[in-house]
């Protein structure tokens, strides 16, 4: 029998970085996203959204959300280009 939806959209609730044993580093000057604001396959499969890519002042940056991210290591099999390696925490 599926579980019961009580309260939808309710996801944000459940800070996932508890979960974490080992925890994502990102290793700028290897990113493509913050050398020419292209890839984006680390933001595309992170599970938890735990990833934000953002442009300011002509600048890209990223930034990890350890309240969210879980340590399933998704993002950095993903990256091209070892701009991400995992650490334990
Ligand atoms: S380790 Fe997993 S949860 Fe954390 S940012 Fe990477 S893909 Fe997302
Ligand atoms: S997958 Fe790698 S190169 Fe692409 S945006 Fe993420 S960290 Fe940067």
């Known amino acids: 029998m599926a579980g019961n939806i009580i309260k939808p959209g309710n996801a944000t609730e459940y800070k996932t970085g508890g979960w974490r044993s080992k925890r994502p580093i990102h290793i700028p000057e290897k990113c493509l996203w913050v ?5 984006g ?11 934000r890519l953002e442009e300011k002042d002509g600048e890209y940056v990223h930034i990890y959300d350890y309240d969210y991210c ?9 990256c091209p280009v070892d701009a991400i390696k995992m650490e334990d925490e």
């Open 70 to 78: 879980k340590g399933c290591g998704i993002c950095a099999e993903q």
């Open 35 to 39: 050398k020419n604001g292209t890839c």
């Open 41 to 51: 396959l680390c933001w595309i499969f992170c599970p938890d959204d735990a990833i």
